[in-house]
């Protein structure tokens, strides 16, 4: 590419290009890797060994540009993001056994109360209690007969100490629910004689309404009665004064009628 003439130091050794060659990573591919650690060949300011001057003189020639030794440094390899890629994809699937295996742990959850060991061991426990109760009272079945037959009244039941206020308020609440039951059932019983009630109720009340009417007129009369008998009594005092100033002097006068009916009703009176 060059016109002027190589010189010898121009001129590479095929052992340094092999040294070149070598500082070549093969885990990231595409980047130069110093060959040792205090030189970097992708650096051409960098200590002086023989690829870095090979980089420098063709930077200086203008064969390669800094750009491109810069794009060479970037670790955006493709067997990188591939191995990246891999990696992701094991992760989603051990993600997915997992969500699986939690799926199943749940389910054996749900049913671990149906068929879990201890919890039918519990199940039949309770079944074979039940199972030997049932037994004893049917072996008991013709005393316990007898003894529900037989009442239970004027007897002391067992009952403890502790328990004695409940009982108290527990008869107290019996009482009141039996009086309760029993209004109930006669409001119940009552329920077909409903209309005829509802009639004999109508027929009362009218015949409350004409015995209150009498009333209010026999009061009436009672009351015009008393007015007359003021009236006969205030007019009695002078009749009587006039019959003895006629009888002083000896005056006959023929008796009327009203006289004489005021007269007797006086003595009715006395």
Same mark, same amino acid.
């Given at each position: 590419?060059?016109t002027?003439?190589?010189?010898?130091?121009?001129?590479?050794d095929p052992?340094?290009?092999?040294?070149?060659?070598?500082?070549?990573?093969?885990?990231?591919?595409?980047?130069?890797?110093?060959?040792?650690?205090?030189?970097?060949?992708?650096?051409?300011?960098?200590?002086?060994?023989?690829?870095?001057?090979?980089?420098?003189?063709?930077v200086?020639?203008?064969?390669? &540009?800094?750009?491109?030794?810069?794009?060479?440094?970037k670790?955006?390899?493709?067997?990188?993001?591939?191995s990246?890629?891999?990696?992701? &994809?094991?992760?989603?699937?051990?993600?997915?056994?997992?969500n699986?295996?939690?799926?199943?742990?749940?389910?054996?959850?749900?049913?671990?109360?149906?068929v879990?060991?201890?919890?039918?061991?519990?199940?039949?426990?309770?079944?074979?209690?039940? =199972?030997?109760?049932? #037994?004893?009272?049917?072996?008991?079945?013709?005393?316990?007969?007898?003894?529900?037959?037989?009442?239970?009244?004027?007897? =002391?039941?067992?009952?403890?100490?502790?328990?004695?206020?409940?009982?108290?308020?527990?008869?107290?609440?019996?009482? &009141?629910?039996?009086?309760?039951?029993?209004n109930?059932?006669?409001?119940?019983?009552?329920?077909?004689?409903?209309?005829?009630?509802?009639?004999?109720?109508?027929?009362?009340?009218?015949?409350?309404?004409?015995?209150?009417?009498?009333t209010e007129?026999?009061?009436?009369?009672?009351?015009?009665?008393? #007015?007359?008998?003021?009236?006969?009594?205030?007019?009695i005092?002078?009749?009587?004064?006039?019959?003895?100033?006629?009888?002083?002097?000896?005056?006959?006068?023929?008796?009327?009628?009203? &006289?004489?009916?005021?007269?007797?009703?006086?003595?009715?009176?006395?």
């Open positions: 590419a060059s002027r003439a190589e010189t010898p130091s121009d001129v590479i052992r340094r290009a092999v040294a070149v060659r070598s500082t070549h990573s093969s885990r990231e591919p595409g980047r130069c890797v110093p060959a040792m650690a205090a030189a970097n060949p992708c650096d051409p300011a960098s200590a002086p060994s023989a690829a870095g001057l090979l980089l420098g003189h063709l200086a020639s203008g064969v390669v &540009t800094q750009e491109m030794l810069n794009i060479s440094k670790s955006a390899s493709y067997f990188a993001n591939f990246r890629l891999q990696q992701i &994809t094991d992760i989603q699937a051990e993600i997915y056994q997992k699986l295996e939690i799926e199943l742990l749940r389910l054996e959850k749900d049913t671990a109360d149906v879990h060991p201890s919890f039918l061991a519990q199940k039949c426990h309770t079944l074979q209690s039940m =199972n030997n109760h049932l #037994e004893a009272v049917l072996k008991e079945k013709r005393s316990l007969r007898q003894r529900l037959l037989k009442p239970t009244c004027q007897e =002391n039941l067992p009952i403890e100490a502790v328990y004695h206020s409940c009982m108290v308020h527990l008869l107290e609440l019996a009482v &009141t629910f039996i009086e309760r039951l029993e109930h059932l006669e409001t119940i019983k009552n329920i077909p004689h409903l209309d005829e009630n509802l009639k004999k109720m109508s027929m009362a009340l009218a015949k409350m309404d004409m015995l209150v009417t009498e007129e026999l009061a009436e009369n009672i009351l015009k009665w008393r #007015e007359q008998q003021k009236e006969v009594s205030s007019s005092p002078r009749i009587l004064a006039e019959e003895n100033y006629l009888h002083k002097h000896d005056v006959v006068m023929p008796s009327l009628p009203f &006289t004489s009916k005021v007269h007797v009703q006086t003595v009715n009176a006395k």
